[in-house]
């Protein structure tokens, strides 16, 4: 519990993670300010294309912004100690080791779940309070008909930072892991996109971008991801993208100095 305690004072001592909060947080004010925009080209547009019109979820779309943020937030609670060299000190009053990443893995994930859900929902209800029953209802449904998909995208959320985690605690390098979970929200997808199929598609469905959809079965025929894995099969993969370097890292904790 000490080691735990310790890890909360370190993570919310630090400047740098409320202002990394307040930007995921302001997901909210950006999902508002989008949707008084389509709101407002919406009532400008003509009948005949008021029925055509369509809106992404934005809560969906948006949903990148929290997850970058609280990715780099799980890498800095690792790489900054690395660079400032008090892993050193950590290490030495905490000779067992793991017990330091596991308390980091605690915080990290706890602080990104509750990060989620506050701006996943949050950008929900503001777009459904906005938007009304414009865009063909597209957030007039019921609220029960929406919440896995809402659950499942949160969940997203602290995935990512602990992904950061063990990305920070395998490279030690802020830049690098920063630069791979980049690469796993913009890059990867449109390289895969432009894969010939069935690739394309099979590869599409192991992204993180597409896994709440398919962990609700609640998939898009024109999403530009794949669409194929069960859904208990998609909860598994989005689990592994945090465990795995996480279990790594656990094992290189104790094999290398600090």
Known sequence: MSVLTSEWLKIRSVRSTHLILSLSLATILLGFALAVSAAGMFDQASPERQSAARIADLEEVLALVPQLCMGILGTLAITGEYATGLIRTTLTVVPRRWPVLAAKTAVMGALGLIIGVA?????????????????????AGQFVDKLPLLVATSLTVPTFALLGLGLGALLRSTAGAITIMAGLVYVIPMI?????GPWSERLGSLMIGALPREITGDTLTTSWYGALLPPAAAAAVLAAYAALPLLSAAWLIHRRDA
Do not use: E, H, K, Q
């Not at 701006?119 to 957030?139: E, I, M």
């Not at 895969?192 to 010939?196: C, E, L, M, T, Y």
């Open 119 to 139: 701006a996943v929902f949050g950008t929900y209800f503001v777009a459904r309070w906005t938007l009304g029953d414009r865009f063909s209802g597209a957030y």
């Open 192 to 196: 895969i996109g432009n894969i010939p």
